[in-house]
């Protein structure tokens, strides 16, 4: 990547920072040949549950949260919506408890203290209306019923990444289909889009990057940083664009709406 890419806003969820899957070199060599007005962070940016199990927070991991800051202290508006595995800032006392615990965790925390927090976000697009914007945990039943499952499967994917990614991959998807049902996922976006007057939804969670566009609502989704190493980015112009980073640090264009 030589160019310097400059976009409106630009939606990144599922980084997972505090597990060792991370692609975090792609990440940072992204973010450093960017600008941008708006950074939405769309949950799931810390994988505070992956810290839990197994403590994980190497520099290059930290790194990456002191450019958002040095972004936001350049006039970047930065959004962090919550996520599952990011929870703790949907709880204010957890947060407190967890800053508590050590310097690591304080320092990690002090930096998204800094961020407007949410758990959805209403964003008004010049081109296209209003647009929601959440983690998609929301609709995952499983999540929100039963952690302990939805932990235990995490764990069970932890494992099968470090053996086989492409293995992992088809399994995460295979258990996500099975456990909250994929079309069950899409049928309350529907719903919430045509009560809540809305043009499309923007999320993440599943880790699957894609634009699909329906008679009666549009439907992104960010992907993620362990895998597909993707973005959602709306350019100047209002146009939205899902984007790659591939081996070479090159940004393909996956699908355009
Ligand atoms: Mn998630």
New binding site residues.
């Given amino acids: 990547m030589t160019n310097n890419n400059q976009y409106k806003s630009v939606f990144l969820s599922?980084i997972h920072l505090g597990f060792n899957g991370c692609q975090n070199k792609k990440l940072e060599n992204f973010l450093t040949n960017t600008d941008f007005e708006n950074l939405y962070l769309v949950?799931?940016i810390i994988d505070f549950w992956s810290m839990e199990d197994k403590f994980y927070w190497p520099d290059s991991h930290q790194k990456i949260l002191n450019i958002f800051e040095s972004k936001y202290v350049k006039g970047a508006n930065v959004f962090y919506i919550s996520?599952?595995?990011d929870d703790p800032l949907r709880d204010q006392p957890l947060l407190e408890e967890i800053m508590q615990k050590d310097e690591v965790y304080k320092k990690i925390i002090s930096v998204l203290k800094k961020f407007e927090h949410k758990e959805r976000h209403d964003f008004v697009s010049s081109k296209y209306g209003k647009l929601l914007i959440l983690?998609?945990?929301q609709y995952d039943a499983v999540?929100s019923n039963a952690k302990w499952i939805s932990k235990f499967g995490g764990m069970l994917y932890d494992i099968l990444i470090m053996i086989n990614r492409p293995m992992s991959k088809y399994l995460k998807n295979l258990t996500k289909k099975i456990v909250s049902g994929a079309s069950g996922f899409q049928k309350l976006v529907k719903e919430e889009c045509l009560e809540g007057n809305y043009v499309g939804l923007i999320c993440?969670?599943n880790h699957r990057p894609e634009i699909l566009k329906y008679k009666t609502h549009v439907y992104m989704n960010t992907g993620d940083w362990v895998e597909s190493c993707s973005a959602i980015v709306e350019e100047m112009d209002g146009t939205f664009k899902l984007i790659k980073v591939d081996e070479n640090f090159d940004i393909e264009t996956i699908s355009t709406l």
Avoid: A, S
């Fill in positions: 599922d949950g799931d996520g599952n595995h983690h998609g945990d999540t993440g969670h």
